[in-house]
T-cell receptor, first 113, second 113 residues
Framework: GESVGLHLPTLSVQEGDNSIINCAYSNSASDYFIWYKQESGKGPQFIIDIRSNMDKRQGQRVTVLLNKTVKHLSLQIAATQPGDSAVYFCAESSYSNTGKLIFGQGTTLQVKP | GAVVSQHPSWVICKSGTSVKIECRSLDFQATTMFWYRQFPKQSLMLMATSNEGSKATYEQGVEKDKFLINHASLTLSTLTVTSAHPEDSSFYIC?????????FGPGTRLTVL
Protein backbone atom coordinates (compact mmCIF):
# COMPACT_ATOMS: atom_id res chain seq x y z
CA GLY A 1 0.00 0.00 0.00
CA GLU A 2 0.98 3.63 0.10
CA SER A 3 3.76 4.47 2.48
CA VAL A 4 6.19 7.19 3.26
CA GLY A 5 9.31 6.22 5.16
CA LEU A 6 12.33 7.82 6.72
CA HIS A 7 15.88 6.55 6.59
CA LEU A 8 17.07 7.58 10.08
CA PRO A 9 15.02 7.25 13.25
CA THR A 10 17.31 9.56 15.28
CA LEU A 11 19.61 12.36 14.21
CA SER A 12 21.95 14.01 16.67
CA VAL A 13 23.67 17.24 15.68
CA GLN A 14 25.73 19.93 17.34
CA GLU A 15 24.16 23.32 17.85
CA GLY A 16 25.02 25.55 14.92
CA ASP A 17 25.51 22.71 12.47
CA ASN A 18 23.21 22.03 9.56
CA SER A 19 20.75 19.14 9.76
CA ILE A 20 19.45 17.00 6.94
CA ILE A 21 16.44 14.76 7.43
CA ASN A 22 15.52 12.36 4.66
CA CYS A 23 12.30 10.76 3.55
CA ALA A 24 11.36 8.23 0.89
CA TYR A 25 7.88 7.94 -0.56
CA SER A 26 6.35 5.24 -2.68
CA ASN A 27 3.27 6.76 -4.29
CA SER A 28 4.27 8.20 -7.63
CA ALA A 29 0.87 9.92 -7.83
CA SER A 30 1.65 12.14 -4.84
CA ASP A 31 1.86 15.75 -5.86
CA TYR A 32 2.14 17.61 -2.58
CA PHE A 33 4.64 17.09 0.20
CA ILE A 34 4.88 18.64 3.63
CA TRP A 35 7.30 18.61 6.53
CA TYR A 36 5.94 18.84 10.05
CA LYS A 37 7.63 19.34 13.40
CA GLN A 38 6.11 17.73 16.45
CA GLU A 39 7.12 18.50 20.00
CA SER A 40 6.26 16.12 22.79
CA GLY A 41 2.56 16.08 23.64
CA LYS A 42 1.62 18.53 20.90
CA GLY A 43 0.10 18.40 17.46
CA PRO A 44 2.30 18.60 14.34
CA GLN A 45 3.39 22.07 13.30
CA PHE A 46 3.70 22.97 9.62
CA ILE A 47 7.25 23.76 8.56
CA ILE A 48 7.36 23.88 4.79
CA ASP A 49 5.69 22.31 1.79
CA ILE A 50 6.51 21.67 -1.83
CA ARG A 51 4.51 20.72 -4.87
CA SER A 52 5.58 18.15 -7.39
CA ASN A 53 6.24 20.75 -10.08
CA MET A 54 9.14 22.08 -8.00
CA ASP A 55 12.38 20.48 -6.84
CA LYS A 56 13.44 22.98 -4.22
CA ARG A 57 11.79 25.42 -1.90
CA GLN A 58 13.32 27.61 0.77
CA GLY A 59 11.92 29.06 3.93
CA GLN A 60 13.44 30.68 6.94
CA ARG A 61 16.43 28.47 7.83
CA VAL A 62 14.77 25.51 6.13
CA THR A 63 14.97 24.09 2.65
CA VAL A 64 13.01 21.21 1.19
CA LEU A 65 14.35 19.25 -1.76
CA LEU A 66 12.24 16.94 -3.88
CA ASN A 67 13.68 14.31 -6.20
CA LYS A 68 10.81 12.70 -8.04
CA THR A 69 13.08 10.39 -9.99
CA VAL A 70 14.02 8.46 -6.88
CA LYS A 71 10.98 9.48 -4.83
CA HIS A 72 13.05 11.22 -2.20
CA LEU A 73 12.34 14.22 -0.03
CA SER A 74 14.69 15.98 2.34
CA LEU A 75 14.51 18.75 4.89
CA GLN A 76 17.56 20.85 5.53
CA ILE A 77 17.76 23.00 8.65
CA ALA A 78 20.51 25.60 8.71
CA ALA A 79 22.31 26.57 11.92
CA THR A 80 20.36 24.09 14.02
CA GLN A 81 19.26 25.42 17.39
CA PRO A 82 18.21 23.65 20.61
CA GLY A 83 14.65 24.73 19.90
CA ASP A 84 14.73 22.63 16.76
CA SER A 85 14.84 19.46 18.87
CA ALA A 86 11.66 17.55 18.05
CA VAL A 87 10.31 14.75 15.88
CA TYR A 88 10.08 15.60 12.20
CA PHE A 89 7.59 13.96 9.87
CA CYS A 90 7.26 14.10 6.15
CA ALA A 91 3.82 13.66 4.67
CA GLU A 92 2.58 13.17 1.17
CA SER A 93 -0.71 13.86 -0.47
CA SER A 94 -2.39 13.19 -3.75
CA TYR A 95 -5.06 15.56 -5.02
CA SER A 96 -6.90 12.63 -6.51
CA ASN A 97 -7.03 10.99 -3.09
CA THR A 98 -9.12 13.69 -1.40
CA GLY A 99 -5.97 15.43 -0.26
CA LYS A 100 -5.52 13.29 2.84
CA LEU A 101 -2.02 13.06 4.24
CA ILE A 102 0.06 9.91 4.59
CA PHE A 103 2.79 10.32 7.17
CA GLY A 104 6.28 8.87 7.30
CA GLN A 105 7.74 7.19 10.35
CA GLY A 106 9.38 10.27 11.83
CA THR A 107 12.93 11.28 12.74
CA THR A 108 13.90 12.49 16.16
CA LEU A 109 16.28 15.43 15.94
CA GLN A 110 18.47 15.96 18.98
CA VAL A 111 20.48 19.16 19.14
CA LYS A 112 23.45 19.12 21.47
CA PRO A 113 24.45 22.46 22.99
CA GLY B 1 -1.73 30.34 9.70
CA ALA B 2 -5.15 28.88 10.35
CA VAL B 3 -6.02 27.74 13.86
CA VAL B 4 -7.51 24.39 14.80
CA SER B 5 -8.52 23.61 18.35
CA GLN B 6 -9.41 20.39 20.12
CA HIS B 7 -11.31 19.70 23.29
CA PRO B 8 -10.58 18.18 25.70
CA SER B 9 -6.79 18.18 25.72
CA TRP B 10 -6.80 15.06 27.84
CA VAL B 11 -9.38 12.66 29.21
CA ILE B 12 -9.34 9.63 31.47
CA CYS B 13 -12.28 7.26 31.36
CA LYS B 14 -13.32 3.84 32.54
CA SER B 15 -13.41 0.88 30.21
CA GLY B 16 -16.78 0.55 28.50
CA THR B 17 -17.67 4.23 28.51
CA SER B 18 -17.82 6.55 25.51
CA VAL B 19 -15.73 9.65 24.99
CA LYS B 20 -16.37 12.56 22.63
CA ILE B 21 -13.56 14.68 21.22
CA GLU B 22 -14.24 17.97 19.45
CA CYS B 23 -12.24 19.53 16.64
CA ARG B 24 -12.91 23.13 15.66
CA SER B 25 -11.58 25.37 12.94
CA LEU B 26 -11.46 28.80 14.57
CA ASP B 27 -10.84 31.21 11.71
CA PHE B 28 -11.90 29.37 8.58
CA GLN B 29 -14.55 26.99 7.36
CA ALA B 30 -13.68 23.39 6.67
CA THR B 31 -15.83 21.06 4.59
CA THR B 32 -13.30 18.33 5.28
CA MET B 33 -11.45 17.48 8.45
CA PHE B 34 -9.19 14.54 9.17
CA TRP B 35 -8.78 12.42 12.30
CA TYR B 36 -5.50 10.75 13.20
CA ARG B 37 -4.35 8.47 15.98
CA GLN B 38 -0.81 8.36 17.28
CA PHE B 39 0.65 5.78 19.64
CA PRO B 40 3.82 6.56 21.65
CA LYS B 41 6.94 6.93 19.52
CA GLN B 42 4.99 6.19 16.36
CA SER B 43 3.77 8.18 13.43
CA LEU B 44 0.33 9.59 12.82
CA MET B 45 -2.11 7.11 11.33
CA LEU B 46 -5.08 8.47 9.44
CA MET B 47 -8.32 7.10 10.83
CA ALA B 48 -10.98 8.83 8.80
CA THR B 49 -12.00 11.77 6.68
CA SER B 50 -14.81 13.84 8.15
CA ASN B 51 -17.10 15.37 5.53
CA GLU B 52 -19.48 18.19 6.39
CA GLY B 53 -23.06 17.14 5.81
CA SER B 54 -22.28 13.58 4.79
CA LYS B 55 -20.87 10.34 6.12
CA ALA B 56 -17.26 10.06 7.13
CA THR B 57 -14.84 7.99 5.09
CA TYR B 58 -12.91 5.49 7.17
CA GLU B 59 -9.50 4.05 6.46
CA GLN B 60 -9.08 0.34 6.12
CA GLY B 61 -9.08 -1.40 9.48
CA VAL B 62 -10.80 1.40 11.39
CA GLU B 63 -14.14 0.37 12.87
CA LYS B 64 -16.73 2.94 11.92
CA ASP B 65 -19.15 1.74 14.60
CA LYS B 66 -16.53 2.22 17.27
CA PHE B 67 -15.20 5.59 16.12
CA LEU B 68 -18.25 7.68 15.34
CA ILE B 69 -17.61 10.88 13.42
CA ASN B 70 -20.03 13.74 13.03
CA HIS B 71 -19.33 16.87 10.99
CA ALA B 72 -22.48 18.87 11.54
CA SER B 73 -21.12 22.31 10.73
CA LEU B 74 -18.33 23.89 8.72
CA THR B 75 -16.30 24.54 11.86
CA LEU B 76 -16.88 21.47 14.01
CA SER B 77 -16.19 17.77 13.74
CA THR B 78 -16.57 15.33 16.62
CA LEU B 79 -15.03 11.92 17.18
CA THR B 80 -16.75 9.63 19.65
CA VAL B 81 -14.88 6.60 20.88
CA THR B 82 -17.65 4.20 21.88
CA SER B 83 -17.23 1.48 24.50
CA ALA B 84 -13.64 2.47 25.01
CA HIS B 85 -11.08 -0.12 26.05
CA PRO B 86 -7.48 0.23 27.26
CA GLU B 87 -6.17 -0.51 23.76
CA ASP B 88 -7.95 2.66 22.56
CA SER B 89 -5.67 4.73 24.76
CA SER B 90 -3.81 6.99 22.38
CA PHE B 91 -3.20 10.54 21.21
CA TYR B 92 -6.00 11.65 18.88
CA ILE B 93 -5.29 14.55 16.54
CA CYS B 94 -7.46 16.31 14.00
CA UNK B 95 -6.48 18.48 11.06
CA UNK B 96 -8.21 20.89 8.74
CA UNK B 97 -7.26 23.60 6.31
CA UNK B 98 -8.80 26.26 4.06
CA UNK B 99 -6.63 24.91 1.25
CA UNK B 100 -4.57 21.72 0.85
CA UNK B 101 -2.27 22.93 3.60
CA UNK B 102 -3.40 21.13 6.73
CA UNK B 103 -3.24 22.62 10.20
CA PHE B 104 -3.33 20.34 13.19
CA GLY B 105 -5.07 20.61 16.49
CA PRO B 106 -3.10 20.27 19.72
CA GLY B 107 -4.29 16.70 20.18
CA THR B 108 -6.33 14.87 22.82
CA ARG B 109 -4.67 12.35 25.11
CA LEU B 110 -7.12 9.54 25.86
CA THR B 111 -6.40 7.12 28.69
CA VAL B 112 -8.82 4.25 29.23
CA LEU B 113 -8.55 2.52 32.58
Amino acid sequence: GESVGLHLPTLSVQEGDNSIINCAYSNSASDYFIWYKQESGKGPQFIIDIRSNMDKRQGQRVTVLLNKTVKHLSLQIAATQPGDSAVYFCAESSYSNTGKLIFGQGTTLQVKP
Amino acid sequence: GAVVSQHPSWVICKSGTSVKIECRSLDFQATTMFWYRQFPKQSLMLMATSNEGSKATYEQGVEKDKFLINHASLTLSTLTVTSAHPEDSSFYICSAGPTREQFFGPGTRLTVL
